[in-house]
């Protein structure tokens, strides 16, 4: 019943930006962290980014620091990831999910979304 949806994937220019909103419905998930992962083709999900209940702690990937922004709106039970300057690398599925703790591991949150595809080309 609960659902965690992402959109906004697509196809982007090197350079350019793109942003990704998860929006979650049969629940409020305003007392749960939420964080994003993101999968390439042959490698292991990887922690992108993670957001505290409140909004007011965040914490990122060194891969993509200075470059994607998370952010929530409790209002819409809605996460945000902001991506600008993009690179080939940052070519993924792109995961949403919701955990209890502020982890940097897939295990260490319990609901997902089905995942979007971004591709950034040269």
């Known amino acids: 019943q609960v659902q965690l949806v992402e959109s906004g994937g697509g196809l982007v220019q090197a350079g350019g930006s793109r942003r990704l909103p998860c929006t979650a419905s049969?629940?409020?998930?305003?007392?749960?962290?939420r964080g994003w992962f993101r999968q390439a083709p042959g490698t292991e999900r990887e922690f992108v980014a993670v957001?505290?209940?409140?909004?007011?702690?965040?914490t990122y990937a060194d891969s993509v620091k200075g470059r994607f922004t998370i952010s929530r709106d409790n209002a819409k039970n809605t996460v945000y990831l902001q991506m600008d300057s993009l690179k080939p690398e940052d070519t993924a599925v792109y995961y949403c999910a919701v955990g209890r703790r502020m982890g940097l591991r897939f295990d260490d949150y319990d609901n997902w979304g089905q995942g979007t595809q971004v591709t950034v080309s040269s």
């Open positions: 957001i505290s209940t409140s909004g007011g702690v965040t």
């Open positions: 049969g629940r409020s998930f305003s007392s749960y962290v």
